[in-house]
């Protein structure tokens, strides 16, 4: 990628951010809340995508990664009363190692052994969860209580308990993924990343660890997944076991392909899209999630590339 | 009730649960063999033909056995016809690319999951066994019933074994199945056998939908455990081979009845998931499975 | 310079697939500087023979020794930093990226490994080296076939290599182009060691200083070219004459 295109890109993550942090200005106090989810959601959708986008690797186990976060870090408040700083480092570093040990693993299968192999995974770490129910309460979940909420850094008090607080916190998370994604992207490591997902083979024939190159963004993608998740359990204060659920590994899977799977910002798209719906459609009928497969059926089918795909495909090339 | 015995009644409740799975692992095998297409909605199906058992049985009003047997007729049939639609119109239309068409069988998934959520609603509902026998052991008593889906999973499996090896029909499977390419030069019409393939696969799921329903009763998330059984299942029997696939459901059934009542079930369930991500990983024609062609 | 060290020596390489005896025992030296071509009926185990050197397959038995280091075990990509580059049989390049994005790839592979690799200057080198410089930002699936092979070409240049295998280059070339394609071999061989798997009788006696023969998985015959056209078991393993 040139110089050029690469700043064109900058200066549009640069202008969506500028947006994001000064809707919190605007927002009713329901919509910041909504607003607070989606970013949580879209760093989640983030980290899915480093891998399914950039490496080619569609993992149908990322819960995993998502449930690791959030239970390393709301298990270590609730139980040992960690700081949430603390808790959250402690996380994002716990799913890091996860992801190496289950990638050092899983990598060595291909396309759809790789997925099926994820999913298996996922599925042993939603079980874990259960049957666990003396730490994890199972499927009933725990309530973080509201004073270990808050977080005295100090200089200042960290109250969780507040919306924009929280607004704030997942827009510094959303920002700092989508920067690493960017830098990441636009070095050498991302052209070797997308080589090795335009063509597997040659990338190795030229003296590239093919391997190494596919954990590295494992790791990575895994790392931001939890990260999402230990922000997800600490702002909202709740951990169940439905965030290690299969339905937890196809949203991201849904909102990277609707936003374009392999475009930096398409996941945000795609969770602003859909999690609109879902939330609107959870209102009206108890079935609300047949919207899943019908938008997969339908993404799949006629529209592969999704929406910044798309555009990229007809008007902007240089989108990353 | 001592060890033996306790024995004995787990290994009953593991061969009637290898029973459901040989049929409903071999439905899975079959797709994925001759399609190559993993179907996540496997398992739906399962779960539509319970619930269409039940909506059959609940209509006809009568000697359980006459709902029973209706239910054996029309529930196949129906969700054979879903699957063979969803193949027509999703499918073939992904050229059955395989990353492509686990995609578009996670949104099938949803999509009769939550039909069925919307039409049948969130209860669970029992259908009445085709008849009341207990078989009385001096230890305990052991429902008739149970022993007759074993025997009906051993008349099925050995009705598949006859079709794929010796009518006309399964020697196009075969041929679909060993080389794509071939068989269409020679003449098979590939892309109408996956379709017919697609809905025997189903039909074989919903068939093992109606047996289960009246020992576990029907709900829209009754999918799930025969999904994850199911691959596993063809996972060690070696993906695309039956016998290994009959052989791995007694396996499986076995044991996740003998360790589930010895332990806790949740453990077995992800002791044994586990070890058979690793099997794929590490031996990924199977334990049971020949090596590559 | 007497008594130099063969750059590559294969003993006793065997690489069977289940029953088929693909690579059967093949001793083979290649010293440095030569170019070398390998001929061989269909089936003779040629493109499993240049996959055991580099690195595509692990052979069943026997050694590979490049540059005077054991390189048996090492994976492929490893040995291509040691300076092994391989081009497939069948063209093999990312079809999404431009003609000079494609470069810079082996570029930043060789820039990994070397202090001081100008980046724009080298890609520029390699294609230049094999005219497509006019084409760097065409996308390289929108390339006509035979500017695909050398797309191929420029890539393995790009890596400095010291042994440069080509497997079946000229394959669905027009007359012109393999021309071309010989004078460019030439010129790569000024600065590498090139082994080279050719169905085209006239491009291997253009170019080739020896010839290796394979049949049936076995060495027939080794030898110059007129060595070997005078070679009457080749002319018999080439007619199919049972033997």
Redesign the interface.
């Given at each position: 990628m040139s110089r050029a295109a690469f700043a064109r890109n900058a200066w549009l993550v640069l202008a969506v951010l500028a947006v994001l942090f000064s809707l919190q200005f605007v927002l009713p106090d329901y919509q910041v809340l909504m607003a607070t989810r989606m970013m949580l959601l879209a760093v989640f959708a983030l980290g899915f995508n480093a891998l399914l986008g950039y490496v080619g690797l569609l993992s149908l186990g990322h819960a995993l990664f998502f449930a690791c976060g959030l239970y390393a870090s709301g298990l270590t408040v609730y139980h040992f009363g960690w700081g949430l700083p603390a808790a959250f480092v402690f996380a994002v570093g716990a799913s890091a190692v996860l992801a190496l040990l289950i990638g050092a693993v899983a990598l060595r299968t291909i396309r759809v052994s790789f997925m099926i192999v994820t999913l298996m995974f996922a599925q042993v770490g939603a079980l874990t969860v259960l049957y666990f129910a003396a730490w994890t309460n199972g499927q009933e979940g725990l309530s973080l209580p509201a004073s270990a909420r808050v977080a005295d850094l100090g200089v200042a008090t960290l109250d969780l308990t507040d919306a924009l607080t929280r607004y704030n916190i997942a827009y510094g998370l959303l920002a700092a993924s989508l920067l690493i994604l960017l830098v990441y992207l636009g070095s050498a490591r991302g052209r070797i990343a997308t080589a090795v997902r335009d063509n597997e083979g040659r990338t190795e024939m030229l003296g590239f660890n093919v391997f190494a190159a596919k954990l590295e963004m494992f790791v990575l993608s895994g790392a931001m997944s939890g990260a999402a998740g230990a922000a997800y359990g600490l702002l909202f204060g709740y951990l169940g076991a439905t965030f290690a659920s299969f339905q937890y590994s196809i949203e991201p899977l849904l909102f990277t392909l609707l936003g374009g799977a392999g475009t930096l910002l398409g996941p945000l798209v795609g969770v602003l899209f859909m999690v609109g719906l879902i939330d609107k459609l959870s209102e009206l009928t108890t079935a609300y999630l047949l919207v899943i497969g019908v938008v997969l059926i339908v993404l799949i089918l006629w529209f592969p590339k999704g929406i910044l795909g798309t555009v990229r495909e007809r008007w902007l090339p240089w989108l990353m | 009730m001592g060890f033996g015995p306790y024995l004995l009644l787990a290994t009953l409740e593991g061969l009637v649960q290898a029973a459901v799975l040989s049929i409903t692992a071999a439905g899975l095998s079959l797709v994925f063999g001759v399609m190559r297409v993993?179907n996540v909605a496997h398992g739906e199906f399962v779960m539509l033909g319970a619930v269409i058992a039940w909506f059959t049985a609940s209509l006809l009003t009568g000697h359980p056995a006459m709902g029973f047997a209706a239910a054996l007729l029309v529930s196949p049939l129906l969700v054979g016809a879903v699957a063979f639609a969803s193949e027509r119109v999703?499918l073939r239309?992904?050229d059955y690319n395989?990353?492509?068409t686990?995609?578009?069988t996670?949104?099938?998934?949803?999509?009769?999951?939550?039909?069925v959520?919307?039409v049948y609603g969130?209860d669970a509902r029992p259908v009445d066994p085709p008849f009341y026998y207990t078989i009385r052991f001096p230890w305990f008593g052991y429902s008739a019933y149970k022993l007759f889906v074993i025997g009906a999973a051993i008349v099925i499996m050995g009705g598949i074994w006859f079709v794929l090896q010796k009518t006309r029909a399964g020697l196009v499977m075969r041929a679909a199945q060993y080389d794509r390419e071939t068989a269409q030069a020679f003449g098979i019409p590939v892309d109408r056998v996956s379709a017919w393939v697609f809905a025997l696969g189903a039909m074989l799921a919903a068939i093992a939908g109606v047996l289960v329903v009246p020992i576990q009763q029907a709900h829209y998330l009754m999918g799930?455990d025969p999904l994850?059984l199911s691959?596993i299942v063809v996972?060690i029997g070696g993906l695309g081979s039956m016998s290994g696939t009959v052989l791995a459901a007694v396996l499986v059934g076995l044991s996740d009845g003998i360790i589930s009542m010895m332990f806790?079930p949740?453990?077995a369930?992800?002791v044994s998931?586990?070890l058979?991500?690793?099997v794929?990983?590490?031996r990924?024609n199977g334990l049971l499975g020949k090596?590559a062609r | 310079m007497a008594d130099v060290t063969p750059l590559l020596v294969a003993t006793g390489l065997k690489r069977h697939f289940g029953g088929l005896r693909a690579v059967d025992g093949v001793d083979f030296s290649l010293p440095a500087g030569e170019i070398r071509a390998i001929i061989g009926p269909n089936g003779a185990g040629k493109t499993t023979f240049v996959s055991l050197l580099s690195g595509r397959l692990e052979p069943s038995e026997g050694r590979v020794t490049f540059a005077g280091e054991d390189v048996t075990r090492l994976p492929a990509y490893r040995r291509v930093q040691r300076g092994i580059a391989y081009t497939f049989q069948i063209t093999n390049i990312y079809l999404t990226k431009s003609v000079a994005d494609n470069v810079r790839v082996a570029v930043e592979s060789r820039a990994r490994r070397e202090r001081g690799v100008e980046f724009e200057a080298a890609t520029l080198e390699a294609l230049q080296a094999v005219g497509l410089e006019d084409r760097a930002e065409t996308p390289a699936g929108e390339l006509a076939y035979g500017h695909q092979r050398l797309l191929e070409v420029a890539m393995g240049l790009a890596l400095r290599p010291k042994l440069l295998i080509l497997d079946e280059p000229t394959q669905g070339l027009s007359d012109a182009e393999i021309r071309a394609f010989i004078a460019l071999v030439r010129r790569i061989a000024e600065t590498a060691t090139v082994l080279l798997i050719e169905h085209n009788m006239d491009v291997v006696m253009a170019l080739a200083d020896r010839i290796t023969v394979l049949a049936r998985g076995q060495v027939l015959a080794e030898g110059t070219p007129a060595e070997i056209r005078a070679n009457s078991e080749v002319q018999a393993a080439y007619l199919g004459t049972p033997c």
């Amino acid at each position: 990628m040139s110089r050029a295109a690469f700043a064109r890109n900058a200066w549009l993550v640069l202008a969506v951010l500028a947006v994001l942090f000064s809707l919190q200005f605007v927002l009713p106090d329901y919509q910041v809340l909504m607003a607070t989810r989606m970013m949580l959601l879209a760093v989640f959708a983030l980290g899915f995508n480093a891998l399914l986008g950039y490496v080619g690797l569609l993992s149908l186990g990322h819960a995993l990664f998502f449930a690791c976060g959030l239970y390393a870090s709301g298990l270590t408040v609730y139980h040992f009363g960690w700081g949430l700083p603390a808790a959250f480092v402690f996380a994002v570093g716990a799913s890091a190692v996860l992801a190496l040990l289950i990638g050092a693993v899983a990598l060595r299968t291909i396309r759809v052994s790789f997925m099926i192999v994820t999913l298996m995974f996922a599925q042993v770490g939603a079980l874990t969860v259960l049957y666990f129910a003396a730490w994890t309460n199972g499927q009933e979940g725990l309530s973080l209580p509201a004073s270990a909420r808050v977080a005295d850094l100090g200089v200042a008090t960290l109250d969780l308990t507040d919306a924009l607080t929280r607004y704030n916190i997942a827009y510094g998370l959303l920002a700092a993924s989508l920067l690493i994604l960017l830098v990441y992207l636009g070095s050498a490591r991302g052209r070797i990343a997308t080589a090795v997902r335009d063509n597997e083979g040659r990338t190795e024939m030229l003296g590239f660890n093919v391997f190494a190159a596919k954990l590295e963004m494992f790791v990575l993608s895994g790392a931001m997944s939890g990260a999402a998740g230990a922000a997800y359990g600490l702002l909202f204060g709740y951990l169940g076991a439905t965030f290690a659920s299969f339905q937890y590994s196809i949203e991201p899977l849904l909102f990277t392909l609707l936003g374009g799977a392999g475009t930096l910002l398409g996941p945000l798209v795609g969770v602003l899209f859909m999690v609109g719906l879902i939330d609107k459609l959870s209102e009206l009928t108890t079935a609300y999630l047949l919207v899943i497969g019908v938008v997969l059926i339908v993404l799949i089918l006629w529209f592969p590339k999704g929406i910044l795909g798309t555009v990229r495909e007809r008007w902007l090339p240089w989108l990353m | 009730m001592g060890f033996g015995p306790y024995l004995l009644l787990a290994t009953l409740e593991g061969l009637v649960q290898a029973a459901v799975l040989s049929i409903t692992a071999a439905g899975l095998s079959l797709v994925f063999g001759v399609m190559r297409v993993v179907n996540v909605a496997h398992g739906e199906f399962v779960m539509l033909g319970a619930v269409i058992a039940w909506f059959t049985a609940s209509l006809l009003t009568g000697h359980p056995a006459m709902g029973f047997a209706a239910a054996l007729l029309v529930s196949p049939l129906l969700v054979g016809a879903v699957a063979f639609a969803s193949e027509r119109v999703v499918l073939r239309r992904l050229d059955y690319n395989p990353e492509a068409t686990i995609v578009a069988t996670i949104g099938l998934l949803y999509i009769l999951q939550q039909t069925v959520l919307l039409v049948y609603g969130p209860d669970a509902r029992p259908v009445d066994p085709p008849f009341y026998y207990t078989i009385r052991f001096p230890w305990f008593g052991y429902s008739a019933y149970k022993l007759f889906v074993i025997g009906a999973a051993i008349v099925i499996m050995g009705g598949i074994w006859f079709v794929l090896q010796k009518t006309r029909a399964g020697l196009v499977m075969r041929a679909a199945q060993y080389d794509r390419e071939t068989a269409q030069a020679f003449g098979i019409p590939v892309d109408r056998v996956s379709a017919w393939v697609f809905a025997l696969g189903a039909m074989l799921a919903a068939i093992a939908g109606v047996l289960v329903v009246p020992i576990q009763q029907a709900h829209y998330l009754m999918g799930a455990d025969p999904l994850l059984l199911s691959f596993i299942v063809v996972i060690i029997g070696g993906l695309g081979s039956m016998s290994g696939t009959v052989l791995a459901a007694v396996l499986v059934g076995l044991s996740d009845g003998i360790i589930s009542m010895m332990f806790s079930p949740t453990l077995a369930k992800m002791v044994s998931t586990l070890l058979v991500a690793l099997v794929l990983v590490f031996r990924p024609n199977g334990l049971l499975g020949k090596a590559a062609r | 310079m007497a008594d130099v060290t063969p750059l590559l020596v294969a003993t006793g390489l065997k690489r069977h697939f289940g029953g088929l005896r693909a690579v059967d025992g093949v001793d083979f030296s290649l010293p440095a500087g030569e170019i070398r071509a390998i001929i061989g009926p269909n089936g003779a185990g040629k493109t499993t023979f240049v996959s055991l050197l580099s690195g595509r397959l692990e052979p069943s038995e026997g050694r590979v020794t490049f540059a005077g280091e054991d390189v048996t075990r090492l994976p492929a990509y490893r040995r291509v930093q040691r300076g092994i580059a391989y081009t497939f049989q069948i063209t093999n390049i990312y079809l999404t990226k431009s003609v000079a994005d494609n470069v810079r790839v082996a570029v930043e592979s060789r820039a990994r490994r070397e202090r001081g690799v100008e980046f724009e200057a080298a890609t520029l080198e390699a294609l230049q080296a094999v005219g497509l410089e006019d084409r760097a930002e065409t996308p390289a699936g929108e390339l006509a076939y035979g500017h695909q092979r050398l797309l191929e070409v420029a890539m393995g240049l790009a890596l400095r290599p010291k042994l440069l295998i080509l497997d079946e280059p000229t394959q669905g070339l027009s007359d012109a182009e393999i021309r071309a394609f010989i004078a460019l071999v030439r010129r790569i061989a000024e600065t590498a060691t090139v082994l080279l798997i050719e169905h085209n009788m006239d491009v291997v006696m253009a170019l080739a200083d020896r010839i290796t023969v394979l049949a049936r998985g076995q060495v027939l015959a080794e030898g110059t070219p007129a060595e070997i056209r005078a070679n009457s078991e080749v002319q018999a393993a080439y007619l199919g004459t049972p033997c």
